[in-house]
Every structure is written in structure tokens, then in C-alpha cells.
């Protein structure tokens, strides 16, 4: 799937200024891999995506239909589904559209749990078109998968976990962030993707965790960090973080810390966030201290804090900034609101540590 690039459009339905479109979100931040030409969204249909997301521009437009994003861009090759909804179901709405798109000659993206592929008519459309259905969590087979063998420590340079304290909490995000400031100021920094819009915005060195079986995913870790280290040989190494380590619908991150031998984290924390997944069936999420000491039970250590701000205006999320810093004296920074800069003074610590 590697040679897959170029232009493309995301469905978000209805759903673009939320966190079920983060999909979305993270392809119109920023792709290595597709160039972002429209949003289909009839909710915001007219205006700019990169606004309604984080308020910047990123001239990428809004349509209400497909009709009328390809008679402006008559370049889209690719049509991608922009939301991740809960169970990984694709919505019934959206199956119609996915046809007219390979109708009309464009190659499927989805990175959900129920393949695109698996719906006869759409199979259909895009075989009479010579398209292609690419469903991203598709396992890979067994024959292609590695088990953990300990090459991990060979790698030489500082490996850090991006690690969230609940879902959809900005984990990639932060990681592309980390990775941009790096490259800014010259530090040679890879990023290990483990889900598919990591896959869709780069996907040269990961794989995608939760289509990955148990007993493989420990080596598929270890498989993507060394040949990113043999191939790339960067000064640091972000690993791209999954749900939660205490998340009771899917706890993962132990993995990154142990199997991939991340010994420094980045934490992301919402302050304004009291239970998992904003579900208070699920219980209420633990203290960001305790989540720290925990870290540091797995033997790495939390060298700066990243703010999810959801629900605070720009006034509060200043103020969470100043006491959370003053309360655990660690770095802590605003990704969206003012980037990462405020976490470089210990990437660069950790650089001088080898």
C-alpha cells in the first residue's frame, strides 16, 4: 500500500467540528501522503475545513455533495472516510456515496472495522471502474507478521511514548506536532505510527495496533522501530500512543513502554475530561499524577504534559497551563492553541542524555 498518494477528499457527515471526525481533523492538519482537496459535509457546506477545526485556513473547502467538490477539483483520485465512529461501524448513510464515488472513478480509503470492501455493490462499482478499496485495518497474514525478538536494543536513539490518558485526546496530533518543531530546529526525528490516519498521513514506518493479533503485536512494534532506526538512523524516535493504560474499553500503551522500550513519554491530559470516553458508565478517569507514577512503574519517564483543551476557552486553558506546570513542575504545553514548544528544552535534555 505504500505507493498510494495523491489527491483526495474526506467524508465527515455532518460530524467535521467533532472528535468522531478526527480522521478527518488529522488528514486536514497535515498529510505527507494526500493532499486534501475538499471535505464533504452538507452540515458546513461553504465553509473553509482548516477554520472549523482549529481556526486556521488550509484553503480546503467544504462541499455538500461530491458532485459539486469534483466539478471544482477534477484532479480527487482518492475519496477517504474522515470519521471513526464508536464500533468501528460504517455508516449506512455514507455506503451510497462511497459507490458514486468509485462510479465515478475514485479509489476508497477507509480505515474502519467493517470493510468497504465487503459490500458487493461498492466491490462491484470500483472492479467495472479499475479502482481500488483499500480498508486500512484489513490484518495483515499471519506469514508477514513478526513476533519480538529483542532487536529493540540495538536501536541507539531516545525512544518516546506519546501516551493519552483517554481516547481521542490528541495522541497523534502531538506526535506530527513534536515531529514538525523537531525538524525546525534540525533534530532528525521519525515517527512510529499504530493507527490508520497515522498510516494516511505518512505510514512509512507502524502498523495499525487494534487489526493486529495479540500475539503479534509486541513484534510488529519492535519490527517498525528498528527498521526505522536501521533505514533512517534519526536522533529521536516518537511512538505514536493507542487509547489509554487505564481505559477499560481498551487499555493499551504498556506495549510501547516495554516492548518498544519508549524510557520517555509525552502525556496528554484533558483537563476538563472526569470520565473515560466522556462516558460515566465507564468511570472516572485517574489523577494525572497517579498517571505519571505509573508511567514511571513501567520505567519511563514523563518529560512534559500536552493539553487537551475541550471545553475550555482560550482564558481557562492558559490558566490549566501556569497551574498544572506549577503542580507537578514538569513542562506543559497547548498543542493546537500554541504548538509544542514549550516541551523542545526537554526533547533537547533527552537528546544530550546518550
Not at 312 to 323: D, K, N, W
Amino acid at each position: 500500500m505504500n505507493p498510494v498518494s495523491g489527491n483526495a477528499l474526506v467524508f465527515t457527515l455532518g460530524l467535521l467540528d467533532q472528535n468522531y471526525a478526527k480522521t478527518a481533523h488529522g488528514l486536514i492538519r497535515g498529510s505527507d501522503r494526500f493532499t486534501i482537496k475538499a471535505v464533504i459535509d452538507p452540515v458546513f457546506a461553504g465553509q473553509e475545513a482548516g477554520e472549523i477545526v482549529d481556526g486556521r485556513n488550509r484553503n480546503i473547502p467544504v462541499y455538500a455533495t461530491i458532485d459539486e467538490a469534483l466539478k471544482e477539483h477534477r484532479d480527487i483520485h482518492y475519496a477517504m472516510v474522515g470519521i471513526a465512529p464508536v464500533g468501528g461501524k460504517l455508516p449506512k448513510e455514507l455506503l451510497d456515496q462511497l459507490k458514486q464515488c468509485a462510479l465515478k472513478g475514485l479509489s476508497i480509503i477507509s480505515g474502519l472495522h467493517e470493510y468497504v470492501s465487503d459490500k458487493p455493490d461498492i466491490a462491484e462499482a470500483a472492479a467495472r471502474s479499475g479502482v481500488q478499496i483499500i480498508d486500512i485495518r484489513k490484518p495483515k497474514p499471519k506469514s508477514e507478521l513478526h513476533f519480538w525478538t529483542g532487536r529493540i536494543f540495538q536501536v541507539k536513539c531516545p525512544i518516546v511514548a506519546v501516551l493519552g490518558m483517554d481516547c481521542a485526546i490528541g495522541k497523534r496530533s502531538t506526535t506530527r506536532f513534536l515531529m514538525e518543531a523537531c525538524q525546525k530546529e534540525g533534530i532528525r526525528a521519525e515517527m512510529v505510527f499504530t493507527g490508520q490516519t497515522g498510516w494516511m498521513q505518512s505510514g512509512r514506518y507502524g502498523f495499525v495496533l487494534d487489526s493486529t493479533y495479540n500475539d503479534f503485536v509486541s513484534g510488529e512494534l519492535e519490527h517498525a522501530i528498528v527498521c526505522c532506526w536501521e533505514e533512517q538512523h534519526p536522533d529521536i524516535l516518537f511512538l505514536e500512543g493507542q487509547s489509554a493504560l487505564r481505559n477499560p474499553s481498551g487499555p493499551c500503551g504498556s506495549e510501547l513502554l516495554i516492548s518498544g522500550q519508549a524510557k520517555y513519554t509525552v502525556l496528554l491530559y484533558a483537563p476538563k475530561r472526569i470520565y473515560f470516553d466522556d462516558n460515566p458508565a465507564w468511570g472516572k478517569m485517574p489523577s494525572l499524577q497517579s498517571e505519571i507514577d505509573l508511567i514511571r512503574a513501567y520505567d519511563s519517564k514523563v518529560i512534559g504534559i500536552a493539553l487537551n483543551t475541550t471545553g475550555c476557552t482560550r482564558e481557562e486553558a492558559l490558566r490549566y497551563q501556569q497551574s498544572i506546570q506549577k503542580e507537578i513542575k514538569l513542562p506543559v504545553c497547548l498543542p493546537v492553541e500554541t504548538g509544542v514548544g514549550e516541551l523542545m528544552a526537554a526533547i533537547r535534555s533527552v537528546l544530550n542524555v546518550l
